[in-house]
């Protein structure tokens, strides 16, 4: 159960391996946190990380196999990791793939399977957890969202528009949980420096995953819907969306 | 189930870590009764007025039983001052009826909206601690539904065990169907009350421990605010119910003698900001507090609302912390620990901790209950407001003082407390579980504080 300075008892990660997942549960298990578990596709994969956590803390770490793609599977590893351990208080929807823009154009299959990740898995994996949450009759769903899906930009749109249908359903979903217990936190992240964007030329107002986890643990203390990391960037993109056109494709041309 | 469950979204006072469950408002006993059985997975737990500050009335998932339709007074012997009242009869109630009869409750914390099952569920105390000890003391019967479908009347003789498990067991023995207990006389409805302002810590807990055995009431309001040489300075606030010669001649009638009409002044909008109190707005208003108390006042008459529930008069105070709410810290700390308690009072001023009206008490002694809260000694609360602070981390840490002190939390107003804490706290928890084993033993009764804590 959560506690009244936002302190979670216990967090599942879907995409036990993004950087900015971790270094959220590394924080929520610094505020007392003792169950935490980790799903990946290969659960090997988070064993050094589970491992980690457990030195920090946490008394109850497991993880599970957990494949985006296989929407099939979904329902079962959900109410299982649900069962497992007693109640989830919050649960991470951090998987994803930025991939490459040029390869999406010149291969359309890449792209297909990025967006089957990003938003059709997504979709599958928040709605089984959504009815788990409202079962449990309280819990929240913090879905990695992205700058990216806020206005879209031509250098990068495969990866920003499966961003931007992610964060509409995640919205929607919130909306449609309010009276449940159970709610959504959508996170949007600006340039994040991880494994990920390595090698990449940062966007101005650049940030690391301990930020973004910073404003994940203060939105779900303070029971927000939506935050930002960093918090300047709502100012930037509430201006940078009503842009015209011709000066947003300008403005969007780096990387 | 007769009564058809509605999803709501409970919080307690503190408006903290909000869950839905299915609400039942039985409107007789045995719909009341009925209320446990059938349960659904996640568990069934009752609920008063929703005072408790935390956790402890809501049931995520679960049913949740409304007990505030089951209300009313079933026996009174007005001879012998011993009343029977059903478990969702709130003490405005009784007080609205009884005071005019000349009696009064046995123990009435700062608010009169809580009910006769939560004053048992959370062994409440009140300002008259020290000479009579907290409402359990008081009980001499208890109806009791268990889980099993089995309806018990339980005295501290029939049942000893389960009596004194049900007393302060946050409500996870079953549901209170109605109690019996004493009552208080009183010729009438007014206070006499002392009032002194103490320069200090050490002025405050002298005077404290020196005289107030001469009052069946006191408490002292501290001002945490203030830091240095003044820390700790306080308005102590002692009295007892007046004599009928008391009063103004033209007030000695019965009617006007034992009157009893209390009503809300406002009721706090629903719009308050986050960050409304802030040391800024606190430290003022402490201060304000702090001078217009007499330096030394004697023998001044007050009314019961004015003495015990202040913020009873302004409905839906807890509204002025905004939406994110706030958390009351309670701790006890046996006498002898003075030393932790100073420690402790100087790390929330030194870290300027926001908290209007801490309240600073002498509690007397405790009774057999395992989980009941009180413990000869000195008792602090608090408010913060909620959300993420460096007070958090500070009250984590002041928590493992009070343990070490041989102290402990009150669960009532709990929000937040590690759980690894708890049996330190409360070392007789085997005890309390056991019988809760031997009532429950399919864990139907459950609430969101039981999960969080891990009873």
Same mark, same amino acid.
């Given at each position: ?255 | ?26 409107? #007789? ?316 009072? #100087? ?41 993420? #602070? ?56 459950? #609430? ?8």
């Amino acid at each position: 159960m959560r506690d009244a300075v936002g302190g979670v008892q216990s967090v599942l990660v879907l995409g036990g391996t993004s950087e900015i997942a971790l270094a959220t549960v590394r924080r929520m298990v610094d505020q007392g946190c003792r169950t935490v578990l980790l799903a990946a596709r290969n659960p090997d994969d988070c064993l050094a990380a589970a491992a980690a956590v457990r030195e920090a803390g946490a008394t109850t770490v497991d993880t599970l196999a957990f494949d985006a793609l296989d929407t099939a599977s979904h329902g079962t590893v959900i109410d299982e990791a649900f069962t497992r351990h007693g109640d989830l208080d919050v649960v991470l929807l951090a998987f994803g793939v930025l991939g490459d823009q040029a390869e999406f154009e010149a291969d359309p299959a890449k792209a297909v399977a990025a967006v089957q990740v990003n938003y059709v898995g997504a979709v599958s994996a928040g709605l089984h957890v959504a009815r788990n949450l409202r079962r449990q009759g309280h819990g929240t769903l913090v879905v990695l969202s992205s700058v990216a899906g806020e206005r879209v930009r031509k250098t990068n749109f495969v990866y920003g528009s499966s961003k931007a249908g992610l964060d509409g359903f995640a919205q929607g979903l919130g909306d449609s949980l309010v009276g449940t217990g159970a709610s959504v936190l959508v996170v949007r992240p600006g340039f994040v420096h991880t494994r990920m964007t390595e090698g990449m030329e940062p966007a101005p107002l650049s940030t690391t995953p301990e930020v973004v986890a910073e404003a994940v643990t203060d939105g779900l203390a303070k029971g927000q819907a939506v935050v930002w990391a960093p918090a300047p960037l709502r100012l930037v993109m509430s201006g940078l969306r009503h842009l015209p056109r011709p000066l947003w494709r300008k403005a969007s041309e780096r990387g | 189930m007769e009564t058809p469950a509605t999803t709501e979204v409970l919080a307690g006072w503190g408006g903290t870590a909000p869950s839905a469950a299915g609400v039942v408002r039985p409107t #007789s006993v045995d719909e009341l009764a009925g209320a446990l059985d059938d349960p659904p997975e996640r568990g069934v737990i009752a609920r008063g007025l929703g005072r408790c500050y935390g956790d402890e009335a809501q049931n995520a998932g679960g049913r949740v039983v409304d007990t505030t339709a089951v209300s009313g007074i079933v026996d009174l012997d007005l001879r012998q001052g011993v009343c029977t009242a059903a478990a969702g009869t709130s003490l405005e109630d009784l007080m609205r009826w009884l005071v005019p009869l000349g009696w009064f409750v046995p123990v009435t914390p700062g608010t009169r909206f809580v009910t006769v099952g939560g004053a048992i569920a959370n062994d409440i105390h009140g300002k008259n601690h020290h000479k009579g000890g907290s409402w359990c003391n008081h009980v001499s019967a208890l109806t009791l539904r268990l889980p099993g479908g089995d309806t018990v009347r339980v005295t501290p003789d029939s049942d000893p065990d389960l009596f004194w498990a049900t007393a302060g067991g946050l409500g996870l023995t079953g549901i209170i169907l109605d109690a019996t207990f004493d009552l208080h006389p009183i010729e009438t409805s007014r206070l006499l009350v002392d009032t002194d302002r103490t320069p200090d810590l050490d002025a405050t807990l002298a005077l404290m421990d020196e005289s107030d055995d001469e009052y069946p009431y006191s408490v002292a309001w501290i001002d945490l605010m203030k830091t240095g040489a003044g820390m700790g300075r306080s308005i102590l606030g002692r009295g007892a119910f007046a004599p009928l010669d008391a009063l103004p001649a033209k007030d000695r009638t019965p009617g006007r003698a034992r009157a009893f009409s209390p009503s809300t002044r406002a009721t706090f909008p629903p719009l308050a900001p986050n960050g409304l109190i802030n040391p800024l707005t606190v430290t003022a208003f402490n201060e304000l507090w702090y001078r217009k108390a007499p330096k030394r006042r004697r023998g001044e008459l007050q009314t019961i609302t004015t003495f015990f529930h202040p913020l009873d008069m302004v409905e839906r105070w807890n509204r002025v912390y905004g939406p994110v709410g706030f958390l009351q810290w309670q701790f006890v700390v046996p006498f002898g620990e003075e030393q932790t308690l100073r420690r402790i009072i #100087s790390a929330l001023c030194d870290e300027g901790c926001t908290s209007f009206l801490a309240v600073l008490k002498r509690f007397g002694a405790a009774n057999p209950g395992p989980l009941s809260f009180p413990l000869p000694g000195w008792t602090l609360a608090l408010d913060i407001p909620a959300g993420p #602070s460096s007070l958090a981390r500070l009250i984590d840490r002041l928590d493992d003082e009070v343990v070490a002190a041989g102290g402990r939390l009150y669960l009532a107003k709990d929000s937040r407390v590690r759980p690894e804490l708890l049996e330190a706290m409360y070392p007789r928890l085997d005890e309390w579980r056991a019988v809760r084993a031997r009532v429950d033993p399919d864990g139907v009764l459950r #609430s969101d504080l039981a999960r969080r804590l891990g009873l």
